[in-house]
Nanobody, 126 residues
Framework: QLQLVESGGGLVQPGGSLRLSCAAS????????IGWFRQAPGKEREGVSC????????AYADSIRGRFTISRDNAKNTVYLQMNSLKPEDTAIYYC???????????????????WGQGTQVTVSS
């Protein structure tokens, strides 16, 4: 059974950093594109960043470009989201998701992704 587990969330002050991890079990991530999505209270889920199966293609939402970096280590079966210069508006539950679809959309609600983790809370507050 495909399973994704996010970790690394927490409470951080504005301007701080966190690194989220998305670990897979029950399958190898090698052939999957991975997306990070987030959902803030009262808002719809939105795409944050995506990375292709090879790691050669990455995408970032305008709101986080230049602050967040997505990467993957297929040997560890893990995808990371390094988040720097965090802002209060980055507060949300962050989810990772996997897809085998080649023409996936990264910036919508994740409808192209069919395996999801349970999410990890990120709170940016002083």
């Amino acid at each position: 059974q495909l399973q994704l587990v996010e970790s690394g969330g927490g409470l951080v002050q504005p301007g701080g950093s966190l690194r989220l991890s998305c670990a897979a079990s029950g399958f190898t991530l090698d052939y999957y594109a991975i997306g990070w999505f987030r959902q803030a209270p009262g808002k719809e889920r939105e795409g944050v960043s995506c990375i292709s199966s090879s790691g050669g293609v990455t995408a970032y939402a305008d709101s986080i470009r230049g602050r967040f970096t997505i990467s993957r280590d297929n040997a560890k079966n893990t995808v990371y989201l390094q988040m720097n210069s965090l802002k209060p508006e980055d507060t949300a539950i962050y989810y990772c998701a996997a897809t085998l679809k080649s023409g996936y959309a990264c910036y919508d609600d994740g409808s192209d992704f069919n395996s999801w983790g349970q999410g990890t809370q990120v709170t940016v507050s002083s």
